[in-house]
């Protein structure tokens, strides 16, 4: 049995939430910490789980982590400046992974499936990442907003998290780490691995501002979630 770990990603700072730390906002009455670490409890693949967040909210995830008794939780550590950073520290506190599963706290209706399938996926090349086909038409501009092109949707997709990868291969790419990157997957590119798509859904949404989160608890209770 190879042994999954996960690093939950949660030291964000929440600019753009109108003074609330989406961290320990609520959805469906409990924080959104809880329902992200209550879908990585409930996958029978993932053993260990390790939650990163920023300095100021180290005794408060602690404390949640007693409320809640999570079984598979080792490891509570501080982030960094940079989300590159934090996810580093999170998988310097993992212990004899062969894989691991980045996702951000941000994304709170991820689900035991989208976890699994992810696991799935990431034996053929290593390395797996969630995402949906862009609908819309996107466009490249200048400064000016002047528009260079139009791009083909057919071929775009907006990746989100979970993110999958063998570990000595997530490892590597954040030793070899150069530059500032939005999501994990690129540093694995950077080293020319290749990174599969999975199919994920476009309930996966990220909260990042107060409207976002009143989108998600409207999804939460339109799956009958409790």
Known sequence: MQKVGAVIVAAGSSERMGGVDKVFALLGGKPILARVVDAFEACLS?????????KANLNRCRQLLAEQGWSKVTGVCPGGRRRQDSVAAGLSQLKNCDWVVVHDCARPLVTVDLIEQGLVEARETGAAVAAVPVTG????????????????????WAVQTPQVFRFDIIAEAYRQAKGEVTDDASLVEQLGYKVKLYMSTYDNIKVTTPDDLALAELLW???GKK
């Open 46 to 54: 993932v053993k260990q789980v390790i939650i990163v967040v920023s």
């Open 137 to 156: 038409t996107i466009k490249v501009a200048g400064d000016d907003k002047i528009v260079h092109q139009t791009l083909p949707r057919q071929n775009l």
């Open 221 to 223: 209770q339109k799956h």
